[in-house]
């Protein structure tokens, strides 16, 4: 598009951008998943909302303790493979609510996958050399 009139570049740029946009969100389960809610009309889960079960907190309270520990090699890889297997079993557990159309249930799941997500964000930023 480069010898293309000003416009036309324009307007590639812009569907350029957009086709990447929409990429990053298919490619992700959660991103998918919360676009997927928002196509429906509802609303994602809010952090103040405290559906989360208590053993489900639990969980997550104990992952964040093992994460604040000074950095252990062998605990990191324990706890990657742990979040690893747990989004691989909510993302099957969210295709399933939504083939149901169960989008409740789909929203109570894309809660908890926001806070693996957040798990892997601090694992990844432990693991990264200071």
Do not use: W
């Not at 062998?74 to 557990?93: M, P």
Request: glycine residues 2%; hydrophobic residues 40%; charged residues 35%.
């Amino acid at each position: 598009f480069a010898i293309r009139l000003q416009k036309e570049q324009y307007y590639s740029e812009q569907h350029s951008s957009l086709i990447n946009k929409a990429y990053q969100t298919l490619l992700n389960p959660l991103s998918r998943g919360l676009y997927l809610l928002e196509l429906r009309g509802v609303e994602p889960a809010q952090e103040t909302d405290c559906d989360a079960d208590s053993a489900f907190l639990m969980e997550i309270m104990e992952i964040n303790e093992k994460l604040a520990e000074p950095k252990n090699e062998a605990i990191l890889e324990e706890i990657e493979t742990l979040i690893k297997v747990k989004q691989e079993e909510l993302t099957r557990e969210v295709t399933a609510a939504f083939e149901r159309d169960d989008l409740q249930e789909a929203k109570k799941l894309l809660a908890k996958m926001k806070y693996f997500a957040n798990l892997e964000d601090k694992l990844k930023a432990k693991k990264i050399p200071s």
